[in-house]
T-cell receptor, first 113, second 115 residues
Framework: DGGITQSPKYLFRKEGQNVTLSCEQN?????MYWYRQDPGQGLRLIYY???????QKGDIAEGYSVSREKKESFPLTVTSAQKNPTAFYLC????????????FGSGTRLTVV | AQSVTQPDIHITVSEGASLELRCNYS??????LFWYVQSPGQGLQLLLK??????LVQGIKGFEAEFKRSQSSFNLRKPSVHWSDAAEYFC?????????????FGAGTRLAVHP
Protein backbone atom coordinates (compact mmCIF):
# COMPACT_ATOMS: atom_id res chain seq x y z
CA ASP A 1 0.00 0.00 0.00
CA GLY A 2 1.17 3.54 -0.72
CA GLY A 3 1.92 5.86 2.12
CA ILE A 4 4.44 7.90 4.07
CA THR A 5 7.02 6.25 6.30
CA GLN A 6 8.62 8.16 9.13
CA SER A 7 11.28 6.35 11.03
CA PRO A 8 12.05 5.82 13.80
CA LYS A 9 8.91 6.44 15.85
CA TYR A 10 10.98 7.52 18.85
CA LEU A 11 14.40 9.18 18.68
CA PHE A 12 16.69 10.26 21.47
CA ARG A 13 19.70 12.53 21.10
CA LYS A 14 22.07 14.40 23.31
CA GLU A 15 21.98 18.15 23.37
CA GLY A 16 24.31 19.72 20.82
CA GLN A 17 24.08 16.86 18.33
CA ASN A 18 22.50 17.19 14.92
CA VAL A 19 19.87 14.60 14.12
CA THR A 20 18.14 13.72 10.84
CA LEU A 21 14.55 12.57 10.67
CA SER A 22 13.55 10.38 7.77
CA CYS A 23 10.46 10.83 5.59
CA GLU A 24 9.85 8.55 2.62
CA GLN A 25 6.75 8.35 0.43
CA ASN A 26 5.76 5.95 -2.34
CA UNK A 27 2.71 7.91 -3.44
CA UNK A 28 4.49 9.64 -6.32
CA UNK A 29 3.57 12.97 -4.73
CA UNK A 30 5.49 16.05 -5.80
CA UNK A 31 5.02 18.20 -2.70
CA MET A 32 6.29 17.32 0.77
CA TYR A 33 6.06 19.09 4.12
CA TRP A 34 7.50 19.01 7.62
CA TYR A 35 5.52 20.07 10.67
CA ARG A 36 6.42 20.38 14.31
CA GLN A 37 3.83 19.76 17.02
CA ASP A 38 4.02 21.08 20.58
CA PRO A 39 1.25 20.90 23.19
CA GLY A 40 -1.18 23.79 22.83
CA GLN A 41 0.40 25.10 19.63
CA GLY A 42 -0.99 22.83 16.98
CA LEU A 43 1.14 21.93 14.00
CA ARG A 44 3.56 24.53 12.73
CA LEU A 45 5.15 24.38 9.30
CA ILE A 46 8.94 24.03 9.25
CA TYR A 47 9.82 23.50 5.57
CA TYR A 48 8.05 22.48 2.40
CA UNK A 49 9.03 21.41 -1.08
CA UNK A 50 6.94 21.34 -4.23
CA UNK A 51 9.49 19.71 -6.55
CA UNK A 52 12.87 18.03 -6.39
CA UNK A 53 15.76 20.37 -5.57
CA UNK A 54 13.41 23.12 -4.41
CA UNK A 55 12.26 23.89 -0.88
CA GLN A 56 10.86 26.84 1.04
CA LYS A 57 11.02 27.95 4.65
CA GLY A 58 7.87 27.68 6.66
CA ASP A 59 6.95 29.61 9.78
CA ILE A 60 9.58 28.11 12.11
CA ALA A 61 12.57 27.14 9.91
CA GLU A 62 15.31 28.45 12.22
CA GLY A 63 17.54 25.65 13.46
CA TYR A 64 16.35 23.19 10.83
CA SER A 65 17.57 22.18 7.37
CA VAL A 66 16.17 19.97 4.62
CA SER A 67 17.12 18.49 1.28
CA ARG A 68 15.05 17.20 -1.62
CA GLU A 69 17.36 15.23 -3.85
CA LYS A 70 14.78 12.57 -4.68
CA LYS A 71 11.05 12.87 -5.21
CA GLU A 72 10.23 10.23 -2.62
CA SER A 73 12.47 11.52 0.18
CA PHE A 74 12.46 14.71 2.25
CA PRO A 75 14.78 14.36 5.28
CA LEU A 76 14.75 16.96 8.05
CA THR A 77 17.90 17.77 10.02
CA VAL A 78 17.46 19.26 13.45
CA THR A 79 20.65 21.17 14.11
CA SER A 80 22.26 22.21 17.37
CA ALA A 81 21.04 25.74 16.62
CA GLN A 82 17.45 24.69 17.33
CA LYS A 83 16.93 25.92 20.89
CA ASN A 84 14.14 23.57 21.89
CA PRO A 85 14.16 20.55 19.58
CA THR A 86 12.14 18.14 21.72
CA ALA A 87 8.82 17.77 19.90
CA PHE A 88 6.66 15.56 17.71
CA TYR A 89 7.49 15.87 14.02
CA LEU A 90 5.06 15.05 11.23
CA CYS A 91 5.80 14.70 7.54
CA UNK A 92 3.16 15.12 4.82
CA UNK A 93 2.91 14.92 1.06
CA UNK A 94 0.50 16.06 -1.66
CA UNK A 95 0.16 15.59 -5.41
CA UNK A 96 0.84 18.90 -7.14
CA UNK A 97 -2.38 18.95 -9.11
CA UNK A 98 -4.54 18.36 -6.04
CA UNK A 99 -4.79 21.34 -3.70
CA UNK A 100 -6.21 19.38 -0.82
CA UNK A 101 -4.99 15.78 -1.09
CA UNK A 102 -2.61 15.82 1.88
CA UNK A 103 -1.32 12.54 3.32
CA PHE A 104 0.42 12.43 6.70
CA GLY A 105 2.98 10.09 8.19
CA SER A 106 2.64 8.69 11.70
CA GLY A 107 5.29 10.99 13.13
CA THR A 108 8.59 10.85 14.99
CA ARG A 109 8.90 11.92 18.59
CA LEU A 110 12.31 13.48 19.16
CA THR A 111 13.62 13.85 22.68
CA VAL A 112 16.83 15.76 23.26
CA VAL A 113 18.45 15.26 26.65
CA ALA B 1 -2.30 37.46 8.11
CA GLN B 2 -3.63 34.09 7.06
CA SER B 3 -4.48 32.02 10.10
CA VAL B 4 -6.76 29.51 11.76
CA THR B 5 -8.22 30.09 15.21
CA GLN B 6 -9.68 27.44 17.46
CA PRO B 7 -10.99 29.42 20.45
CA ASP B 8 -11.47 26.46 22.78
CA ILE B 9 -8.31 24.78 24.06
CA HIS B 10 -10.15 22.16 26.13
CA ILE B 11 -13.74 20.96 26.01
CA THR B 12 -15.37 18.39 28.25
CA VAL B 13 -18.70 16.79 27.39
CA SER B 14 -20.70 13.90 28.76
CA GLU B 15 -21.06 10.76 26.68
CA GLY B 16 -24.18 11.03 24.55
CA ALA B 17 -24.20 14.82 24.58
CA SER B 18 -23.89 16.90 21.45
CA LEU B 19 -20.61 18.53 20.48
CA GLU B 20 -19.57 21.62 18.57
CA LEU B 21 -15.93 22.59 18.07
CA ARG B 22 -15.32 26.07 16.74
CA CYS B 23 -12.96 27.10 13.96
CA ASN B 24 -12.45 30.50 12.38
CA TYR B 25 -10.09 31.20 9.49
CA SER B 26 -8.54 34.25 7.94
CA UNK B 27 -7.92 33.89 4.23
CA UNK B 28 -8.92 36.15 1.35
CA UNK B 29 -9.69 33.57 -1.28
CA UNK B 30 -12.05 30.60 -1.36
CA UNK B 31 -10.73 28.29 1.33
CA UNK B 32 -10.00 24.60 1.32
CA LEU B 33 -10.87 23.58 4.90
CA PHE B 34 -10.19 20.45 6.91
CA TRP B 35 -10.83 18.85 10.26
CA TYR B 36 -8.35 16.28 11.56
CA VAL B 37 -8.37 14.16 14.72
CA GLN B 38 -5.34 12.92 16.61
CA SER B 39 -5.20 10.31 19.36
CA PRO B 40 -2.29 10.55 21.82
CA GLY B 41 1.04 9.73 20.20
CA GLN B 42 -0.56 9.07 16.84
CA GLY B 43 -0.61 10.76 13.46
CA LEU B 44 -3.50 12.71 12.00
CA GLN B 45 -6.73 11.22 10.69
CA LEU B 46 -8.83 13.24 8.27
CA LEU B 47 -12.41 13.64 9.48
CA LEU B 48 -13.76 15.74 6.62
CA LYS B 49 -12.90 18.46 4.15
CA UNK B 50 -14.60 21.28 2.27
CA UNK B 51 -13.59 23.01 -0.91
CA UNK B 52 -16.80 23.74 -2.80
CA UNK B 53 -20.44 22.81 -3.11
CA UNK B 54 -22.77 22.03 -0.25
CA UNK B 55 -21.70 23.99 2.80
CA LEU B 56 -22.70 21.16 5.16
CA VAL B 57 -20.07 18.44 4.90
CA GLN B 58 -20.40 14.92 6.23
CA GLY B 59 -17.36 13.09 7.50
CA ILE B 60 -16.34 9.88 9.15
CA LYS B 61 -17.35 8.72 12.64
CA GLY B 62 -20.62 10.65 12.49
CA PHE B 63 -19.02 14.10 12.33
CA GLU B 64 -20.20 16.97 10.18
CA ALA B 65 -19.05 20.54 9.63
CA GLU B 66 -20.70 23.63 8.23
CA PHE B 67 -18.89 26.26 6.20
CA LYS B 68 -20.17 29.78 6.77
CA ARG B 69 -18.42 32.27 4.54
CA SER B 70 -20.05 35.29 6.19
CA GLN B 71 -18.62 34.27 9.55
CA SER B 72 -15.34 32.80 8.23
CA SER B 73 -16.15 29.69 10.23
CA PHE B 74 -16.03 25.95 9.76
CA ASN B 75 -17.40 24.44 12.97
CA LEU B 76 -17.34 20.71 13.62
CA ARG B 77 -20.39 19.00 15.11
CA LYS B 78 -21.50 15.62 16.32
CA PRO B 79 -25.01 14.94 17.67
CA SER B 80 -24.00 12.30 20.22
CA VAL B 81 -20.45 11.90 21.50
CA HIS B 82 -18.94 8.51 22.28
CA TRP B 83 -16.16 7.92 24.79
CA SER B 84 -13.87 6.95 21.90
CA ASP B 85 -14.14 10.48 20.50
CA ALA B 86 -11.82 11.76 23.24
CA ALA B 87 -8.84 13.11 21.29
CA GLU B 88 -7.38 16.34 19.95
CA TYR B 89 -9.06 18.00 17.01
CA PHE B 90 -7.39 20.31 14.52
CA CYS B 91 -8.91 22.66 12.00
CA UNK B 92 -6.76 23.54 8.97
CA UNK B 93 -6.88 25.69 5.84
CA UNK B 94 -4.90 25.50 2.61
CA UNK B 95 -3.05 28.71 1.84
CA UNK B 96 -2.06 29.27 -1.79
CA UNK B 97 0.44 32.06 -2.24
CA UNK B 98 3.16 32.79 -4.78
CA UNK B 99 2.49 29.50 -6.52
CA UNK B 100 2.98 27.53 -3.32
CA UNK B 101 0.37 25.50 -1.47
CA UNK B 102 0.65 24.91 2.26
CA UNK B 103 -1.66 23.65 4.99
CA UNK B 104 -1.97 25.84 8.08
CA PHE B 105 -3.37 24.48 11.35
CA GLY B 106 -5.15 25.89 14.34
CA ALA B 107 -3.79 25.25 17.84
CA GLY B 108 -6.19 22.39 18.41
CA THR B 109 -9.03 21.56 20.80
CA ARG B 110 -8.60 18.73 23.26
CA LEU B 111 -11.85 16.89 23.87
CA ALA B 112 -12.51 14.95 27.05
CA VAL B 113 -15.58 12.73 27.37
CA HIS B 114 -17.14 11.93 30.73
CA PRO B 115 -19.04 8.66 31.13
Amino acid sequence: DGGITQSPKYLFRKEGQNVTLSCEQNLNHDAMYWYRQDPGQGLRLIYYSQIVNDFQKGDIAEGYSVSREKKESFPLTVTSAQKNPTAFYLCASRPTKNNYGYTFGSGTRLTVV
Amino acid sequence: AQSVTQPDIHITVSEGASLELRCNYSYGATPYLFWYVQSPGQGLQLLLKYFSGDTLVQGIKGFEAEFKRSQSSFNLRKPSVHWSDAAEYFCAVVIISGGYNKLIFGAGTRLAVHP
